[in-house]
């Protein structure tokens, strides 16, 4: 195509699998009620195909919640990579932070990752240990160096370290989201930092502190 004696070229995206357009309609209504949302019949609407159209992409209702599980563990995985601290113990902190962040700006997200059951979320401890987990490989990666440096106490087990920093920062998310905590936002955010540093420095040597 020419402008005015110029040559360019007009690039234009590839429309939309079906596929795609399935998981984005499964996440609209994720978004708008749940879980409960999120039916084959409701989907193919959306979509605007039979619900037997829906079958050929996804095997029913449970597979098509599993997408949306995987979906957001990998943006959390993702949001993940963008902690940047040299120091271990800076970057499990950054970390927590980062999991609260994803909380609060991406909810429906961070529910679909973390809140929904689902038979294709990674289960501890095995899934983490053979690093099947993204987002586990990294933050694993991190209390491994730590143990390498004499920072972690010696019964301190990398794997179960981590797992138990995610279940206080995803306790104490979760008693946010049902508020259950006085104040705003930027008090529980002060206060989930305390407990999440606490909670670490209960695991670092007496040195390392």
Same mark, same amino acid.
């Given at each position: 195509?020419?402008?005015?004696?110029?040559?360019?070229t007009v690039y !234009?995206?590839?429309?939309?699998?079906?596929?795609?357009?399935?998981?984005?309609?499964?996440?609209?209504?994720?978004?708008?009620? +749940?879980?409960?949302?999120?039916?084959?019949?409701?989907?193919?609407?959306?979509?605007? /195909? !039979?619900?037997?159209?829906?079958?050929? =992409?996804?095997?029913?209702?449970?597979?098509?919640?599993?997408?949306?599980?995987?979906? @957001?563990?990998?943006? $959390?995985?993702?949001?993940?990579?963008?902690?940047?601290?040299?120091?271990?113990?800076?970057?499990?902190?950054?970390?927590g932070d980062e &999991?609260?962040?994803?909380?609060?700006?991406?909810?429906? #997200? %961070?529910?679909?990752? &973390?809140? /929904?059951?689902?038979?294709?979320?990674?289960?501890?401890?095995?899934?983490?240990a053979n690093g099947?987990?993204?987002? +586990?490989? *990294? $933050?694993?990666?991190?209390?491994?160096?730590?143990? #390498?440096? +004499?920072?972690?106490?010696?019964?301190?087990?990398?794997?179960?370290? @981590?797992?138990?920093?995610?279940? *206080?920062?995803? +306790?104490?998310?979760?008693? =946010?989201?049902?508020?259950? %905590?006085?104040?705003?936002?930027?008090? &529980?955010?002060? %206060?989930?930092?305390?407990?999440?540093?606490?909670?670490?420095?209960? &695991? /670092?040597? !007496?040195?390392?502190?």
């Open positions: 195509m020419t402008l005015e004696g110029t040559e360019y !234009t995206m590839p429309p939309a699998s079906t596929a795609d357009r399935i998981r984005s309609a499964a996440r609209v209504l994720f978004a708008a009620g +749940g879980t409960e949302a999120v039916t084959v019949r409701g989907v193919a609407a959306k979509v605007g /195909v !039979t619900p037997m159209a829906i079958y050929r =992409h996804y095997a029913g209702k449970e597979a098509l919640v599993d997408a949306l599980v995987l979906e @957001g563990l990998d943006r $959390w995985a993702a949001r993940l990579t963008t902690v940047d601290d040299d120091d271990p113990l800076d970057w499990l902190v950054a970390a &999991f609260l962040a994803f909380a609060l700006e991406e909810p429906r #997200r %961070f529910e679909a990752a &973390f809140l /929904v059951p689902s038979s294709g979320a990674r289960r501890f401890p095995d899934d983490f099947r987990s993204p987002a +586990g490989r *990294l $933050w694993i990666a991190q209390l491994d160096a730590l143990r #390498r440096a +004499g920072r972690l106490a010696a019964d301190a087990e990398p794997v179960e370290v @981590g797992f138990t920093l995610w279940a *206080l920062a995803q +306790g104490l998310v979760t008693l =946010h989201r049902a508020g259950r %905590f006085t104040g705003g936002v930027d008090d &529980f955010r002060a %206060f989930y930092r305390r407990a999440v540093k606490r909670c670490l420095a209960s &695991f /670092v040597t !007496t040195r390392a502190r």
